[in-house]
């Protein structure tokens, strides 16, 4: 059975316009993503002021957004961050939270993320209280899959130094609690897992008593320091053979949509090609999918430099040289590097803890 490939936007920093997310389902779908959850760390009516209303036009394109992903056989959803919630479920938060499932009912969501991560966990019988909530959840959404993402959601210890020492047997007490048909989402031995194994993930399923959904960081690019590179290397760590210990796999993309596709396209190679998979010839196929020839083997050239060296290892004339060389083609992807170039994508502490 093929492993099932999805995006979840979940970055922080500026968001894609909604015609780029229409043309990234456009283009993603043909290649076996059969699902788009929106949950951009930018949205402030999916996360701390979760309670409020969308404005208007805002509804209107996540209705329209459903639709298209419809159109093209790709099921839309939506990641809802109820802060803290957990703090205080009484009847004016049920309330709040019943009145935005509805509000989600009514744009259109086949899948329903609930997201528990960037709060505070260090907290009695955490793991049971989110399972009450996600199951108060699941008999009023008219989603037909509810996925959550835990507070602790990878092995990486560095969520317990900002959100606090993770319970004891966490995943475990989650697992137990939880309904099976409420999936989990999980990033692996680190928030940005460089590779996966079965034997990890075979571990990680043990503990929740259900195959996770991973939640893949790359080629996400998104903090302070990572947005200042281009990830643009093929997939690599993440053999086929792991698809059978996973229930989905959702990847959360770069801040650069067109450059993105390079990477995700590798990733679908991945799992279709099996012991097969080279990923230097992955990359320059996917580059030439994407860019086109002559754009793709200018990329080439320069990836050490984009992705390994990136802005802060750049001398000012090297990038100025640059973006003389990719302000040259007239193609989307060349229009990122050079806005990449220009800083347009640079996120701050500041802004990340704005959202």
């Not at 316009?17 to 999916?46: C, I, N």
């Not at 992903?69 to 939270?97: H, I, M, N, T, W």
């Not at 996925?147 to 995943?171: H, I, N, Q, W």
Request: aromatic content about 12%; charged content about 25%.
């Amino acid at each position: 059975m093929a492993t099932e490939l999805g995006i979840i936007e979940g970055y922080y920093g500026k968001p894609w316009t909604w015609q780029e997310r229409a043309d990234q389902v456009s283009f993603l779908a043909p290649h076996g993503y059969s699902f788009f959850m929106y949950a951009p760390k930018a949205d402030a009516f999916l996360r701390k002021r979760w309670r409020e209303e969308h404005p208007a036009a805002e509804n209107e394109a996540l209705a329209a957004f459903s639709a298209h992903c419809r159109s093209q056989g790709v099921r839309f959803g939506v990641g809802l961050s109820p802060y803290e919630l957990y703090r205080d479920f009484g009847e004016a938060a049920k309330a709040d939270l019943a009145r935005k499932l509805a509000w989600l009912d009514d744009i259109g969501i086949d899948d329903l993320g609930i997201l528990f991560d960037d709060m505070r966990g260090d907290l009695p019988d955490l793991a049971r209280s989110q399972a009450d909530i996600l199951h108060w959840i699941a008999e009023r959404t008219a989603a037909s899959r509810v996925v959550t993402c835990p507070t602790y959601y990878t092995d990486d210890p560095v969520l317990d130094r900002f959100f606090g020492e993770r319970p004891a047997d966490y995943l475990e007490t989650l697992g137990a609690a939880l309904d099976p048909a409420i999936g989990v989402f999980w990033t692996g031995e680190e928030v940005c897992s460089a590779e996966y194994s079965p034997g990890h993930l075979a571990r990680v399923a043990g503990q929740l008593r259900r195959k996770p959904i991973l939640w893949d960081n790359y080629p996400v690019n998104d903090g302070p320091r990572m947005s200042q590179y281009l990830h643009l290397r093929a997939m690599t760590g993440r053999p086929a053979a792991m698809g059978q210990h996973l229930a989905a796999h959702a990847v959360n993309p770069a801040l650069q949509p067109v450059l993105s596709r390079i990477p995700l396209l590798t990733l679908a190679d991945s799992y279709r090609l099996g012991e097969a998979y080279q990923y230097g010839a992955a990359f320059n196929e996917a580059a030439r999918r994407v860019l086109g020839e002559p754009l793709a083997a200018q990329l080439q050239v320069h990836i050490s430099r984009f992705q390994q060296f990136g802005l802060p290892l750049t001398e000012a004339d090297t990038i100025a040289s640059l973006r003389a060389r990719y302000a040259a083609f007239e193609h989307p992807g060349a229009r990122e590097i050079v806005a990449f170039l220009d800083g347009e994508y640079r996120i701050t502490r500041e802004m990340m803890e704005a959202d």
